[in-house]
């Protein structure tokens, strides 16, 4: 039996007592490489939410077995950003050495070196002294990409990072997808884009404020499936009674 | 020359200790007001210095004008507003410029009350608009203090402050200093205005923090360079500033603000990073 990465026990998370998803029960495995996929406003980013910790669960619990909290790496929806920012690229990228260089530590020549490779890897050599204003979104991602690279995570999660973003740019960045897939991480995804995801991603949790399906990606993503996604109901109830599901 | 730029500090002590005071607050407030102007808090900044008023005008009516009373009373105040507006901005809908509005405004309607209460209107100027030509050694003392303990905090929470400015839901998916960092920066933002109170009033505190923070933008691009730029258009400011007051006779706290508010609109004109005549020139586009 291989390993899980994280473990979802009966997990219910929201705002103001509102579930955005609720009773999640199941794990991620070590290792793997899953998609998580589901209408606006399935919870996906609430769920990525939950798992890095920024957002308490309702109730049930998340455990990140044998994950220390530093190697946890999280890219949310680019919009959190504050752009007009004066700071550069090579500044940016170096963010990502936080874990180990912390408020005060330095960053010697070898640290250098990681920074210049991360930004190769990305395809942004040259962009070192460019103000992040100055950049598209595109090339923003690919910066917020070598950051990720250098935090060297176990546990990588992404919150919609193809999204706006053109096919060139996405499918390099899926090729650092696939790397960190083969280097033995944990890789999470909230992805929109289907076909990406059969053609990338083994496994595949579908959600639709609660699990529809989970597991292997071709399985979970079919018709019938999808179909039940998509009648997810929206609206809140303003008389919903509490929920005593799996209450003792 | 001599008489006009060196003459009052040589020939007056009074005019000595203006300007190591006002040298002192631009030190400190210099990278204070840049740290708020990138942090878009420029006018948090600006009601925190009203909520001050309350606290000092509590310590002066309760010892008349000491300087341990009134600074006590200002950091009181200064820190309860604070926590209390961030706690509103938190728990309700309210956002935080519009509970800080809230409690600035009561703050100074509370602090004159406070010393009209007790004073005449003499007191009530040197509250608002302070007495930067009357500093004593243990003003200066304390404003020496103040600017020290505030470059010290600065060094150590440089990266997490830059950080937690650009991108604060990394920050918090990396470290949980994001909320230490930024209530030691509020409390920063709280000792300069009340060491500013001493020397320029509650009302003109935060101007030696503010004006030569937001000129420094249009100077540079680097966070570093413009902390510099800053501490020297405050210096600048200042000593102008005296100078301006001691030849025009003029109040001296108005006069360093007057002369900070002036190099601002220089700036805003001729400066390099955005200025408005660089952006009127015509120049032809570049090649790539």
């Known amino acids: ?248 | 020359m001599f008489d006009v730029w060196i003459g009052p500090f040589s020939e007056f002590a009074f005019m000595q200790r203006a300007l190591v005071g006002t040298v002192a607050i631009a030190l400190g407030g210099g990278p204070v007001g840049v740290f708020l102007m990138l942090r878009r808090m420029s006018l948090t900044g600006d009601a925190m210095a009203h909520a001050i008023l309350p606290g000092a005008a509590f310590g002066y009516l309760l010892a008349g004008l000491s300087l341990p009373a009134m600074t006590f009373g200002g950091l009181v105040a200064g820190v309860v507003v604070a926590v209390a507006a961030g706690l509103v901005s938190r728990f309700t809908a309210l956002k935080e410029d519009a509970s800080l509005a809230a409690f600035y405004l009561l703050s100074l309607a509370l602090g004159v009350t406070i010393v009209s209460l007790r004073g005449s209107n003499v007191d009530l100027l040197h509250v608002l608009f302070g007495t930067v030509l009357a500093l004593d050694d243990n003003t200066l003392l304390l404003l020496a203090t103040i600017s020290t303990l505030t470059l010290l905090t600065l060094a150590v929470l440089y990266r997490p402050l830059v950080l937690e400015c650009v991108d604060p839901t990394f920050l918090r998916s990396v470290s949980r200093t994001g909320v230490v960092t930024h209530l030691a920066f509020l409390g920063l933002v709280v000792i300069n205005l009340v060491g500013g109170f001493h020397a320029l009033g509650t009302l003109l505190a935060v101007g030696i923090m503010m004006l030569p923070a937001a000129a420094s933008r249009f100077w540079t691009a680097d966070i570093t360079l413009m902390m510099a730029v800053s501490v020297a258009i405050g210096i600048l400011s200042g000593f102008g500033g005296l100078l301006l007051s001691f030849h025009a006779e003029l109040p001296a706290g108005p006069a360093i603000i007057l002369v900070a508010g002036g190099i601002y609109i220089l700036s805003l004109v001729f400066g390099r990073e955005g200025g408005l005549l660089w952006l009127a020139l015509p120049r032809r586009h570049l090649e790539a």
């Open chain 1, 1 to 248: 039996m291989t390993k899980s990465a994280i473990r979802f026990d009966e997990v219910t998370l929201g705002y103001d007592r509102r579930p955005a998803i609720h009773h999640l029960d199941g794990a991620i495995a070590s290792g793997s490489l899953t998609a998580i996929v589901g209408p606006n406003g399935a919870g996906k980013s609430t769920l990525l939410k939950g798992i890095v910790g920024t957002l308490s669960p309702l109730s049930g619990q998340i455990h990140l077995d044998a994950t220390a909290p530093s190697r946890v790496a999280y890219l949310p929806q680019a919009a959190e950003l504050d752009r007009s920012f004066p700071l550069s690229v090579y500044d940016l990228v170096a963010m990502g050495l936080w874990s180990r260089a912390g408020s005060f530590g330095g960053i010697g020549r070898k640290d250098r070196g990681r920074i210049e490779e991360a930004l190769a890897a990305v395809g942004l050599t040259g962009f070192e002294r460019r103000p992040i204003s100055t950049l598209s979104g595109g090339q923003m991602q690919r910066a917020l990409f070598a950051r990720l690279l250098l935090q060297d995570a176990e546990l990588i999660l992404l919150d919609e990072p193809f999204t706006a973003i053109d096919a060139k740019t996405t499918a390099d960045l899926l090729d650092l997808v696939t790397r960190w897939h083969t280097e033995k991480r944990t890789v999470v995804a909230v992805l929109h884009d289907l076909d990406t995801v059969r053609r990338v991603f083994p496994e595949t949790l579908l959600i639709a404020r609660e699990p529809v399906a989970w597991g292997e990606t071709g399985a979970v993503l079919s018709a019938e499936n999808l179909l039940k996604a998509r009648r997810m109901v929206e609206a809140h109830d303003p008389h919903a009674a509490p929920c005593h599901r799996h209450a003792a």
